[in-house]
């Protein structure tokens, strides 16, 4: 139930393609659903969320769609860059709680 | 741009020593969070911080654990008696606020090894 469910595992874009990373979730008590970028040896940095209000957020490059029905939310970058190779993480957290409750993370690759 | 702060970015523990990682949060944040993530693992919140109090902490945060606010810029989280499970990244994040609409900003991390 508290569990976000990320996919895939790692992604391999070539420069200019879309990546496209997946998150589901099962409690419908998430109320805000954040995607952070961590890069070797940094911390996580937020990149873009969403509230489920709205069904999808753009903010240059980085788009999310949220589906609230399907429980789902997915991330896409658009004009991919080889500067977009980090790992991806969702994640959800309600509004009763502080934490944030993390997916397993993507692995981004992107070829020059 | 402000940063979460934390150190030392590296630190090696002989197994039931105490630990104390450190981190100056964001000047203006009063809300303060450690969060850990073993090697290859999703990162797992631990405990939230305001008002000189625990506000919500994860069942991994058992009774080796504390944090504490020494002073006005520094939040610590002190493992009492290390084990070797206790090796992961930890990383300490702030926020101005507890609300969503307020994120949290996290720190570089502090990489903990237990021999």
């Known amino acids: 139930q508290q569990q976000v469910k990320q996919s895939p595992q790692s992604l391999i874009v070539q420069k200019g393609g879309i990546s496209i990373i997946n998150c589901a979730y099962e409690?419908?008590?998430?109320?805000?659903f954040p995607w952070y970028q961590q890069f070797p040896g940094k911390g996580p940095a937020l990149l873009i969320a969403?509230?489920?209000?709205?069904s999808e957020k753009k903010e240059g490059r980085f788009t999310i769609s949220f589906n609230k029905s399907a429980k789902q939310f997915s991330l896409h970058i658009m004009d991919s860059q080889p500067g977009d190779s980090a790992t991806y993480f969702c994640a959800a957290r309600m509004d009763s709680s502080y934490k944030l409750i993390f997916g397993s993370g993507t692995r981004l690759l992107v070829r020059p | 741009e402000p940063e979460v702060t934390q150190t030392p970015s590296h630190q090696v523990t002989q197994m039931g020593q105490e630990v104390i990682l450190r981190c100056v949060p964001i000047s203006n944040h009063l809300y303060f969070y450690w969060y850990r993530q073993i090697l290859g693992q999703k990162v797992e919140f631990l405990v939230s911080?305001?008002?000189?109090?625990?506000?919500?902490k994860s069942e991994i945060f058992d009774d080796q654990f504390s944090v504490e606010r020494p002073d006005g810029s520094n939040f610590t989280l002190k493992i009492r008696s290390t084990k070797l499970e206790d090796s992961a990244m930890y990383f300490c994040a702030s926020s101005e606020a507890g609300t969503w609409a307020q994120p949290q900003h996290f720190g570089d991390g502090t990489r903990l090894s237990i021999l």
């Open positions: 969403i509230r489920p209000d709205v």
């Open positions: 911080f305001y008002n000189n109090e625990i506000s919500e």
């Open positions: 409690n419908t008590a998430f109320d805000y």
